[in-house]
């Protein structure tokens, strides 16, 4: 997405911005501003676990890959849907697997795979975080 997802409208930026303005210039001291902890979004994101899910799928289900800009390849835009599209194959397999084969190694296998991608994911996590090691 590139960061283009839930940002403020410019309306409510605009009329923020004003209003702090407004009170700067009639105050005597620098002021600190205030949080704006519910603004207007101008669009939902999607859901951290299913933004999870989509680069996980980008990278084959072995390890999250993100969607870089490559000139003269696929776009963003259709790698991402092709990622999407490929999750419930991926759930569907699973399903017939544990359908056709045992359970207890279709179990083991699965949580082979969980525990492989899970250090993965947690590294992906902190790496989209933006608060610092002491919090």
Same mark, same amino acid.
């Given at each position: ?8 409208? +410019? #309306?409510?930026?605009? /009329?923020? %911005?004003?209003? +702090?303005?407004? /009170? +700067?210039?009639?105050?005597?001291? *620098? ?9 207007? %979004? &101008? ?8 933004? $999870?899910? $989509? ?36 759930? #569907?397999?699973?399903?017939? +697997?544990?359908?056709? %084969? ?14 492989? %991608? ?12 933006? $608060? *610092?090691? &002491?919090?």
């Amino acid at each position: 997405m590139g960061g283009a997802t839930e940002r403020p409208t +410019a #309306a409510h930026v605009f /009329e923020n %911005l004003s209003g +702090a303005l407004a /009170e +700067a210039s009639s105050a005597s001291e *620098p002021m600190d501003a205030e949080l704006d902890a519910s603004p207007a %979004l &101008d669009s939902r994101g999607i859901p951290w676990p299913l933004f $999870v899910s $989509v680069l996980v799928a980008n990278g084959w289900f072995i390890k999250p890959r993100t969607f870089p800009f490559t000139p003269g390849g696929r776009s963003v835009g259709q790698r991402f849907i092709r990622a999407v599209l490929r999750i419930p194959i991926f759930i #569907a397999a699973w399903a017939i +697997a544990l359908t056709q %084969l045992p359970t207890l190694w279709v179990g083991l296998a699965f949580l082979a795979w969980a525990a492989w %991608l899970t250090p993965k994911i947690r590294f992906i996590n902190k790496q989209f975080q933006n $608060v *610092p090691e &002491d919090d």
